[in-house]
């Protein structure tokens, strides 16, 4: 059983989830993680086959119909990683370490410097700068598929920087306020040079999300 989070879950630097759990009865990893043997859980087979009309015909299922379709990234979900929706009127991203999995509704990236983009992505300045990269949908919402996030370069920034972004992410994550993210997005218009005026030109971005 795992924790999952929709699309609609995800807010600026923190996400409401809504008590939602998957039953992460996996087809593994060929090679690297055995599939799930449902005859190992009793209780959740018990509870899967009063379902049995709805699973069984399944066209995405893996080697039995308990199973999950096979998922050749399962391992990234247990990994550090942002989360963000692919469609949303807010660009909101979250950090997070906890291991939560996502439905088709949110992207992830995992690897390194993963505070920092989680700053630069939330910032008023990405919002400025590339919100109108993305196609905008009905509603006033934004799609934000991962060509369009391949075509933003993001500044390399040293160890230092890194390191005190590292701690206002952590910090705003814990608790939010409109201040500690105004910090950050000082810290942001800083580390581009920005001057005083373009920085007031900008201003704070809030569309109203947590």
Known sequence: MRPILRGRDVCRYGYEWANLWIINTHNGIKGDLERIHIEDYPAIKQHLDKYWDKIEPRADQGDTA????????????????????NMTKFLPFVYDRSGVMTNQKCFIITGTHLEYLTAFFNSSLFKFCFADRFPEL?????????????????????????????KLVQDIQMEYSVNKAKRID???FDLYHLS???????????????
Do not use: H
Request: hydrophobic share 35%.
């Open 186 to 188: 000082k810290f942001i």
């Open 196 to 210: 005083i005026e373009e920085q007031m030109y900008i201003g704070f971005i809030d569309y109203g999300e947590k």
């Open 66 to 85: 308990y199973n999950l379709r096979n998922c050749a990234y399962l391992d990234e979900f247990s990994k550090p990683k942002i989360i963000y929706p």
């Open 138 to 166: 009905q509603g006033k919402t934004r799609e934000l598929s991962k060509i369009f996030m391949d075509e933003i370069s993001i500044l390399k920034i040293n160890d230092t920087d890194e390191c005190m972004i590292n």
